[in-house]
């Protein structure tokens, strides 16, 4: 581990270096961005070390699949989402990616996740935490904070993997405040299907409140758009000023504690 971490709450830019060294764990490209961009941009310009695992390559991310076949999809979005995080850190692109499976040469199937993926995979994500040693890993709770299955199933994998190394890293799951849900509820709603996506989170229980300062807006607006499959079209409906306010804030609180188990 880089650095020690703190309790104090991460409310500015500066705040993000406590930390320490950071280590994402998302289902999808684009997960990263949504909702921790502004976090790994402050974490490299800070100079600390920031590593994102991505569950599948979200093949099946398209209202269009007559033009977006699964194979070109997730050739589009592996390309999409290195220039994505290169954006983030646009001089030196330090911030790291790596897809789960790619050391068995296994796929991960979008929308095919599920909460226990056998031990391979669990034991390939507990060998990724102990080789970085993160001091912080952010990642969706056991809500997925949309609901989604597959968002779900990864917030299990990081649990079960978590439990499997020496030294647990700070965990921190994704999360709404309700001041965003009232502001934005446009986005959540058409996502709510089953009533339990994007539930607030009060503003006492957070460990990441980052309301993000115009450059790191800018470089995470940019980082965005570089995955154009998955975000021009939002942009387009809500108009770039909407869509610019949506994403200017990160929220994530403690996980609850992981108990001894697999």
């Avoid at 904070?145 to 079960?160: L, N, Y």
């Amino acid at each position: 581990m880089s650095a020690p971490t703190t309790t104090r709450p991460v409310r500015t830019p500066d705040d993000v270096a406590a930390l320490g060294t950071v280590l994402g764990v998302w289902a999808h490209p684009d997960d990263e961005l949504y909702l921790s961009g502004g976090v790994l941009a402050a974490a490299v310009a800070a100079g600390r070390r920031v590593v994102v695992v991505t569950a599948t390559r979200g093949e099946h991310g398209t209202d269009d699949p007559g033009r977006w076949s699964p194979a070109r999809l997730a050739a589009e979005r592996s390309r999409e989402i290195t220039a994505s995080l290169s954006a983030l850190d646009p001089v030196r692109r330090r911030i790291e990616h790596r897809f789960l499976g790619d050391a068995s040469g296994r796929c991960h199937r979008d929308g095919a996740l599920v909460a226990d993926p056998g031990e391979d995979t669990v034991d390939e994500l507990a060998a990724i935490v102990a080789e970085i040693a993160p001091d912080t890993v952010v990642t969706f709770g056991p809500d997925g904070i949309t609901g989604h299955r597959d968002h779900r199933a990864v917030s299990a994998w990081t649990d079960r993997a978590l439990r499997r190394v020496p030294a647990a890293p700070r965990l921190l799951h994704a999360a709404v405040t309700e001041a965003w849900v009232r502001r934005f509820a446009e986005f959540a709603e058409p996502m709510d299907g089953a009533g339990d996506a994007f539930v607030p989170c009060r503003d006492a229980e957070l460990a990441v409140a980052l309301e993000l300062d115009e450059d790191l807006l800018d470089r995470k607006l940019a980082a965005l758009r570089a995955q154009a499959t998955q975000t021009a079209g939002l942009e387009a409906a809500v108009g770039a000023d909407r869509y610019r306010a949506s994403i200017a804030g990160e929220y994530f609180r403690p996980a609850a504690t992981l108990f001894d188990g697999s």
